[in-house]
């Protein structure tokens, strides 16, 4: 197994723990329905934009593949469009905040650089570094 695959679990659960304490910090500070209503609102938005954007993805990854042009820096732009929405869907304050960063314009231009995605020979679309 891959050390990174190893070590997902653990980030997972640290991931979980600072969910719950961010959550009961805002539950102090705003209240629990008020806590409990702004992560219902995220997750509702997180989910339509993640179809929204999903389409968005599928569309430019097509019309690169059928005028036979590498997927390049549209299609790392939606993916990294696709990954904020994603983000702002799991239920959870640190995981809409970085759903939110990588969703506005400021936050797409650094993901999509970092992420670049090219189109292989073999037909898998993997980053490259």
Known sequence: M????????VG?????????VV???VVHAIGAGWAVLLLTAASVA????LRREGVRGWRVWRAAADAGRPAGGQVSHA??????????????????VAGL????????GPG????????????????RR
């Open 2 to 9: 891959h050390r990174g695959w190893a070590l997902l679990p």
């Open 12 to 20: 997972m659960l640290l991931l979980a723990v600072a969910e719950i």
């Open 23 to 25: 959550f009961v910090a």
């Open 46 to 49: 997180g989910l339509l934009l």
């Open 79 to 96: 993916l990294v469009g696709v990954l904020g929405a994603l983000l702002l869907a799991v239920p959870g304050f640190l995981t809409a």
């Open 101 to 108: 960063v990588l969703i506005l314009p400021p936050g797409r």
């Open 112 to 127: 999509a650089a970092r992420g670049a995605v090219c189109h292989g020979a073999s037909g898998v679309v993997r980053a």
